[in-house]
């Protein structure tokens, strides 16, 4: 390669970094949509990058749905703590005490479309403006239609089709009051190259991606952790395998892969030969063609 | 564990076409040859297909994610497709042509550094083929590639390829465009496309995934002329960093090295870079497209939206600038309406003093006469600026060259436009 040319990783790292730059200089209250997952752990590592060697000028809101696994709540609080980032932990369980929320019944109940009126009403209290995430356009088709810089109406609404069109390097993020955005600055990565920057900057994960011996329990085609939040259902059983999640969401909603990747080599070889997308696992994403789009127009991250 | 991926370069690409031409087939097989589509995405798309009727798998469906595309079998807006192959990563964006095709076609291409024209070997050069290749050359893409698609129809002859291939040079004379290629391929059998053809011995040249591996995309970035638009300025509140005055940006074109003698503009006062930093540690030299912190050797009052460039090679400040300019909007202008103008980080008042001519970008002819601004148009404008513009020619330089108009009622971007 040219002495003047950078690897496709350093591009996509430069590209997200200037992304991020230009929301703190666009926006008076940005934050980063914090979930303990690696893409919100790599956009914070590009956070940190781009203002080095000031500190990170967002604070990490964490949507806690209370269904959260241990690992992540506890890596959260430590990398919070030891990048001297700030903390906005807005709770579930705190919109369905007020009644803004009712839980979810039935076979298939989940927290996961009950944290959008939390994600909404923290945006509203908070002040944010603009919010980080870390949304790839590779992992899910409605994603793939989503902007850099993308606009939520005064209700955190999604418009798919009327979106405003990004050309070369200028982001326009301008708005009315009441409005904010959703900016998405690893747009570009494939879950591919998320695993190589970890790799190549050695940044810090939760121990879940990494293969490990867990309870768990066979169920719509994957391997649903045992906790507290699950009931058994006839003819299911707890048995203890080794494995790994390739995407965290709720601990009552994702699912983890029989795996040996105990190490982050063995886990990009395992990614390169996947025959299955990552988040196959979810069942958030499998209650309709269309979910992912249904619950984005609404609010969703 | 080898380390290849990580010395890989990115190619961004752009396509555009129509529904049958073969685009879909032939990304599909880019996709499906590389091993960029997992089998629940496939089995997915197996199904909806025959959801929907289909007797074969259409892999449009794949990122045709949106509801109303789905039901309406159309690509709304434009889809952004990964692959990657030992040595290359790639971004397709793809572009739908019909309602917004200008809007759509200028925003897939100003970020490609290669675009991929479809022709069918059945039809010959269409009007969409001149369409996308003037816009292809309009936003200086500087590759083309042309895939004289479905060979397979026409008995792979030579002389169909040939034929053209000439019609297609006879047009293009008249672009700005300096590196064409062309292709014989069928997207459908799998000619040239990743393999070498076996049905056209008399094609000598190299498969589809062979050229976008090895094209020479390293002097596409403007390595001479130093412009350094400050994004933010960076000043750590902690007591170790207490003077530390930091320019935050990514360069967008020339080499910046510790030492040079700069400019910053539009005041005018000169310094020397004391310092490139990184999170990493600082580095020697930064260059097009790296996203760095500079510091300067004096304290000058400097921020958001100025630019740092070197003392003997400095762009053209001015308040009046001729752009070519997409307009995107479903509304034209109101008259003498004022917009935003985002140009790298500066962001001034604008007015469109005068419109000059029209383009037909069907014909390339230069329509005086009609001068009313409408979507999808492409116009020559002059247009005068609150403060003056750190601005470059697009043609020298695709970031300081370029410039997006927002509209302040609404906060649309409604057009965008090249400096010229």
Same mark, same amino acid.
Not at chain 1, 145 to 149: M, V
Not at chain 2, 215 to 223: E, G, K, L, P, V
Not at chain 2, 353 to 356: A, G, L, R
């Given at each position: 390669m040219s002495k003047y040319n950078l690897t496709h990783l350093k591009e996509l790292e430069s590209e997200a970094i200037y992304v991020i730059r230009e929301v703190f200089a666009q926006f008076e209250k940005p934050g980063i949509l914090f979930s303990g997952g690696k893409d919100s752990i790599v956009v914070t590592h590009l956070a940190r990058k781009a203002f080095w060697p000031a500190r990170i000028p967002f604070p990490l809101v964490h949507i806690d749905t209370g269904h959260n696994f241990p690992e992540t709540i506890a890596f959260r609080n430590d990398l919070a703590k030891e990048i001297g980032a700030e903390l906005v932990v807005p709770l579930v369980q705190e919109s369905i005490d007020k009644g803004r929320v009712r839980e979810e019944t039935g076979k298939d109940a989940s927290r996961n479309w009950l944290q959008i009126t939390t994600l909404l009403d923290a945006i509203e209290e908070n002040g944010f403006d603009a919010l980080m995430g870390g949304a790839r356009r590779d992992e899910e088709k409605a994603r793939a239609?989503?902007? +850099? +810089?993308s606009h939520r109406d005064d209700f955190g609404q999604w418009d798919p089709k009327n979106q405003r069109p990004e050309l070369w390097n200028i982001f326009n993020g301008k708005k009315n009051f009441g409005e904010h955005f959703r900016v998405f600055?690893?747009?570009?990565?494939t879950e591919m190259d998320v695993w190589q920057y970890i790799l190549s900057e050695n940044i810090a994960i939760p121990s879940l991606y990494i293969a490990h011996n867990r309870d768990v329990i066979r169920r719509g085609g994957t391997w649903l952790p045992n906790s507290e939040f699950i009931k058994l259902r006839e003819g299911e059983e707890i048995v203890n395998k080794k494995i790994r999640f390739r995407t965290l969401g709720d601990i009552t909603i994702t699912g983890g892969d029989e795996s040996d990747a105990d190490t982050l080599e063995k886990i990009v070889a395992e990614v390169a030969a996947a025959r299955q997308t990552e988040r196959g696992n979810r069942a958030d994403d499998k209650r309709s063609e269309t979910s992912m789009e249904d619950r984005k127009k609404e609010g969703y991250f | 564990m080898d380390n290849t991926y990580l010395d890989m370069e990115l190619l961004r690409f752009t396509t555009a076409g129509s529904v049958d031409d073969g685009k879909s087939t032939l990304i599909g097989r880019l996709l499906y040859d590389s091993k960029s589509i997992f089998e629940d995405q496939l089995d997915q798309v197996e199904t909806s297909s025959k959801k929907r009727g #289909? *007797? !074969?798998?259409? #892999?449009?469906l794949l990122t045709d994610g949106l509801r109303d595309e789905r039901e309406q079998g159309i690509t709304i807006d434009v889809a952004y497709r990964y692959f990657a192959t030992p040595k290359r990563k790639f971004i397709i964006a793809d572009t739908p042509g019909h309602i917004q095709y200008t809007r759509n076609m200028v925003t897939g291409a100003s970020t490609a550094n290669l675009a991929l024209i479809l022709i069918d070997a059945r039809h010959g050069v269409v009007e969409q083929t001149c369409r996308h290749s003037f816009i292809a050359s309009l936003l200086q893409i500087p590759h083309l590639v042309v895939c004289i698609n479905k060979m397979d129809l026409v008995d792979y002859s030579e002389e169909v390829f040939e034929k053209i291939k000439a019609q297609y040079e006879s047009f293009a004379a008249? #672009? *700005? %465009? !300096?590196d064409i290629r062309f292709i014989p391929i069928s997207a459908l059998k799998g000619d040239n496309v990743v393999n070498k053809s076996e049905k056209m011995s008399w094609y000598q040249g190299s498969t589809l995934l062979y050229t976008l591996e090895n /094209? !020479? /995309?390293?002097?596409? &970035? =403007? !390595?001479i002329d130093c412009r350094f638009p400050v994004q933010t300025v960076i000043r750590p509140k902690q007591d170790e960093y207490h003077d530390f005055r930091g320019y935050a940006g990514r360069v967008a074109g020339g080499v910046f090295k510790k030492g040079d003698e700069v400019a910053v503009l539009p005041s005018g006062f000169t310094s020397k870079i004391q310092a490139i930093h990184t999170m990493t540690g600082e580095i020697d030299e930064a260059f097009a497209p790296m996203s760095v912190t500079m510091t300067l050797e004096d304290d000058i009052d400097l921020g958001r939206g100025d630019m740092i460039v070197r003392t003997h090679n400095r762009p053209d400040v001015s308040q009046e600038v001729d752009i070519m300019l997409c307009w995107f909007n479903q509304t034209g202008p109101m008259p003498r309406a004022k917009f935003t103008l985002m140009h790298a980080s500066n962001e001034v008042k604008a007015m469109i =003093?005068? %419109? &000059?001519y029209k383009l037909d970008i069907n014909t390339l002819h230069r329509n005086e006469e009609d001068l009313d601004i409408k979507m999808n148009d492409i116009l020559r404008v002059s247009v005068r600026t609150t403060k003056p513009l750190m601005k470059d020619s697009y043609r020298k330089n695709r970031l300081t060259g370029s410039v997006i108009l927002v509209d302040d009622a609404t906060n649309e971007t409604v057009a965008a436009g090249m400096i010229i």
């Open positions: 239609k989503e902007r +850099f +810089f600055p690893i747009s570009n990565w | #289909l *007797d !074969h798998t259409d #892999l449009a008249k #672009l *700005d %465009v !300096h /094209i !020479h /995309i390293a002097s596409d &970035q =403007n !390595h =003093n005068k %419109v &000059q």
